[in-house]
C-alpha cells in the first residue's frame, strides 16, 4: 500500500495565499456613480414622482384682451415599488473547528460576506439594465424599459407613453432610440444631439467592450480625452470623454443579439433605497438553522429606479456591433 504522506509532505503543509479573488463578478461603474446619489425611501405604499409633461397656454394681449380661464392639466406622476434581493449566506458549526488558528488564512465568515456582496453587486448591476415585465415583475424598472420610445415599452411608471407623446417621437417619456448594423461616429452622434436639450445632456455612455471599441476607433485621436479626474476615474474605471460625456466599459450591459449601448444623463435617473437599514445593505443575522447547529443569515437590498426625464438620453441596439 503507497503511503499517502511521506518525507516532506508528511510535515510540510501547503502555503495557502490569504485573499480570495472573484473570477466570474462583473463591476458596474453606472451602478456606482449611482449609488453615491442614491435616494432615501421614507416610507409609503409606493415611490410616486411628479412630472410636468404639459405647459400652459400663453396669449398675446391688447386692450381688451380676456383670458381663458378654462384649467388645464400639466402634472402627473409616475410610480414605482421597492424591489427586494436577498443573499443567504450559510455557515456549517463544524466548519468553526477546522477555519481557526494559524492554520486559517482567512476567516470563512470574511469570504461568505464578501462574496455576498460581490453577488448582490452583479445581480444589482445586471437588473438596472433589463426591464420589470413578465417574469422579471420583481426586479427594477431598468433602463430598457425607460430608455424606449413608446414602440417596444408602450407602458413605464405606471403611464401610458402615447399619453403624452407619440409612439417613435422624442419626448414626454419617450427617449431617442435607433438599431444600427453598423456603427459609425455619425450614428452616436445623432443620438447624442436628439438626447441634448439645452442644458440637459448625456453625462455617461455605458457599453459593451465591443461598443467601446467602436467609439475609440471612429474618434480621431486630438478628440480623446482620458478622463483622469472624474468621480469613475477615481474609483478604477478606465474612462474617456465623448462631447463631454465618460464613455465606459459596463460588462452589464447586454451583448449579442440583445446587444445596447446607452447614453444617460444621470441628474434623471434616481435610485431609491429604503430608509430602513435592514433593507439598505443590511443583514439580518446568522440565526440557528432547523434542528441543526447550523447557521444562516441574509444580506438584502430594496431598490427601485425611476427614470423622470429620459427623453434626455439614448439607447442604440444592434445583434451585430454590441
Known sequence: MALTYQDINAYTGPYIVPEATHTISRSSPLLTRLETRKRLFLGGTEIRRPIIYALLPVVNLQRGTSFDLTETKTTTAIVGSIKLYGVNISLFATDAITNAGPEAAFSIVEERFLSAAVSMAQSLGTDIYRDSTGIRSLQITGLDQWYDDGNLFTTVGGVTRTDLMTAGSVGGLNAYTAATSSFTLRTLNTAYSQSNWGNEMVDIIPSTVNGFNKIW??????????????????????????????????????????GRMY?????????????NKLFNYGFT????SGNTLDHAGQFVVGMEMLVPNPRTGFKLTSTTEF
Not at 220 to 237: E, K
Not at 285 to 288: D, P, Y
Open 263 to 275: 447614453g444617460l444623463n444621470t441628474k434623471y435617473i434616481e435610485l431609491w433605497h429604503p430608509q
Open 285 to 288: 443575522g446568522f440565526k440557528a
Open 217 to 258: 476607433e471612429a474618434v480621431q485621436p486630438l478628440q480623446r480625452y482620458q478622463d483622469a479626474s472624474g468621480d469613475l476615474a477615481s474609483i478604477g474605471f478606465h474612462a474617456f470623454r465623448f462631447n463631454g460625456a465618460d464613455v465606459v466599459v459596463d460588462r452589464n450591459v447586454p451583448t449579442g443579439s440583445g
